[in-house]
């Protein structure tokens, strides 16, 4: 396949849906050769912030000199971005050689009975197959929504060399569970027998959950613990603080809360170390310095401050706003708000809009899923009443500035499916103005 047809076929994917299980993954592994089983993983799950822990540990193994594949989704600018390795995203000739050769294979599935495996199980397979290509020492894998039916959790034990689970908090409960201790379960689901589990300090219910499957599986639990962290100072540009009273770590992620996901991703690194990886202080200092994550709180432009932030579930909301408090008081602040309607937009609406003086809402463009910026709009009037529902992304971004002046924050927050699309248009405005 081509390209135009490469994006055609991953289009036909999508409309295939979500399926956990792991059945028809592992059939399509084991059409494929098997190539999980000759790769080391990182494993990662969490509801919020496993995006910037992988982004944390992936340049923490690359400043040691290791060569890193990293899975992650949903992507910002470009399908490509889900499977890199290093910093480099897979090419355009690879992409559509290995997804040729999983298509066959999924032709051949369907007519041997199987059902056709969906979008995130081929690119799943697509991304072990790339990494196997490239010799990566190591692969940093994000779970999708779960964690035990989630189509990353076929690592053979012996190649998972750790677990680790960011934030756990309500998200996905269709498919999760309605009740933090069941998300949980499905998310300790990628604890494999006797390997090493790593853990920032979770609400009791997922602590005893992740306890009792460690004792289960025989796997040591090690808890990231914030007072590993101290003489800190937050930051818009950079952010520092003394670990263990010894390491000068600065980050340059912002938002208070990215300082418990930079705990978390030193203590994994400590327990690689344990287990015989190179890994220096120097290149933990390095790595953690040299870290981006696109979307999260992420600042585009600045007089006016225009950040992106990729909070699209309550837990986030909330992480959110403390930092919207923590930065920005006695600012004005515009937000531009687009949603899935799967997702808890109501009390994302109740929990951001104290903090506005305007909100504008928006329709994600190109989601089958996305909340009509009109519905999103009567929604947020219950709880503020300076709202508009712009007819287009291009539309909200003209009005936020409209309404803000050179000291004001202008905050584009919700799906990350439309985030993208945010950054294109700021970065066109900045062409024609330069």
């Given amino acids: 396949m081509n390209e135009k047809e490469s994006m055609e076929y991953i289009a036909y994917l999508n409309t295939l849906g979500s399926k956990p299980g792991l059945t028809v993954i592992?059939?399509?592994?084991?059409?494929?050769?098997?190539?999980?089983?000759?790769?080391?993983?990182?494993?990662?799950?969490?509801?919020?912030?496993?995006?910037?822990?992988?982004?944390?540990?992936?340049?923490?193994?690359?400043?040691?000199?290791?060569?890193?594949?990293?899975y992650n989704s949903p992507t910002i600018r470009t399908y490509r971005e889900r499977i890199c390795v290093n910093k480099s995203m897979i090419s355009k000739i690879a992409l559509?050689?290995?997804?040729?050769?999983?298509?066959?294979?999924?032709?051949?599935?369907?007519?041997?009975?199987?059902?056709?495996?969906?979008?995130?199980?081929?690119?799943?397979?697509l991304g072990f197959l790339y990494y196997k290509e490239k010799n990566c020492d190591m692969v940093v894998l994000e779970t999708g929504m779960g964690g035990r039916l989630?189509?990353?959790?076929?690592?053979?034990?012996?190649?998972?060399?750790?677990?680790?689970?960011?934030?756990?908090?309500?998200?996905h409960m269709a498919f999760l569970g309605d009740s933090l201790g069941q998300i949980a379960k499905e998310k300790a689901g990628i604890i494999t027998q006797g390997c090493s589990v790593v853990t920032m300090e979770q609400r009791e219910e997922v602590m005893d959950v992740f306890q009792k499957v460690c004792l289960e599986k025989q796997?040591?639990?090690?808890?990231?613990?914030?007072?590993?962290?101290?003489?800190?100072?937050?930051?818009?540009?950079?952010q520092t603080f003394l670990y263990r009273n010894r390491l000068p770590v600065t980050i340059r992620l912002a938002g208070n809360y990215q300082i418990t996901n930079a705990l978390l991703a030193l203590q994994a690194a400590e327990i690689l170390q344990q287990k015989g990886f190179r890994i220096t202080d120097r290149a933990i200092l390095k790595g953690m310095e040299q870290t981006g994550w696109h979307g999260r709180f992420e600042i585009l432009s600045k007089k006016p401050y225009?950040?992106?932030?990729?909070?699209?579930?309550?837990?986030?909301?909330?992480?959110?706003?403390?930092?919207?408090?923590?930065?920005?008081?006695?600012k004005k602040i515009i937000y531009i708000m687009g949603v899935l309607r799967d997702k808890e937009y109501e009390k994302i609406a109740e929990i951001m809009s104290p903090f506005a003086d305007s909100i504008i809402t928006v329709t994600t463009p190109g989601n089958p899923r996305a909340l009509s910026a009109l519905t999103l709009a009567e929604t947020v009037a219950k709880y503020h009443?300076?709202?508009?529902?712009?007819?287009?992304?291009?539309?909200?971004?003209?009005?936020s500035y409209l309404l803000a002046d050179k000291d004001s924050v202008i905050l584009a927050f919700g799906s990350l499916s439309y985030l993208g699309q945010i950054m294109d248009i700021i970065d066109k405005m900045k062409t024609k103005r330069a």
Avoid at 98 to 113: F, N, R
Wanted: hydrophobic share 40%; proline share 3%; with cysteine.
């Fill in 385 to 399: 009443n300076r709202v508009t529902a712009a007819d287009s992304l291009e539309e909200a971004v003209e009005m």
């Fill in 150 to 171: 989630d189509a990353t959790n076929v690592i053979p034990d012996p190649q998972k060399l750790l677990a680790v689970f960011a934030s756990v908090s309500m998200d």
């Fill in 219 to 238: 796997a040591v639990l090690t808890v990231s613990k914030p007072e590993t962290a101290s003489s800190i100072h937050y930051g818009l540009e950079k």
């Fill in 26 to 70: 592992r059939e399509l592994l084991r059409r494929a050769g098997d190539p999980q089983k000759e790769l080391a993983f990182i494993h990662i799950a969490g509801t919020n912030g496993k995006g910037s822990v992988s982004a944390f540990l992936s340049n923490i193994l690359m400043a040691a000199g290791y060569r890193v594949g990293r």
């Fill in 306 to 330: 225009f950040i992106v932030d990729g909070a699209h579930n309550e837990d986030a909301a909330r992480k959110l706003a403390q930092t919207v408090q923590f930065y920005f008081t006695n």
């Fill in 96 to 125: 559509c050689r290995l997804l040729t050769q999983l298509k066959t294979c999924c032709d051949e599935m369907v007519a041997d009975g199987f059902a056709h495996p969906t979008s995130f199980e081929v690119e799943t397979v």
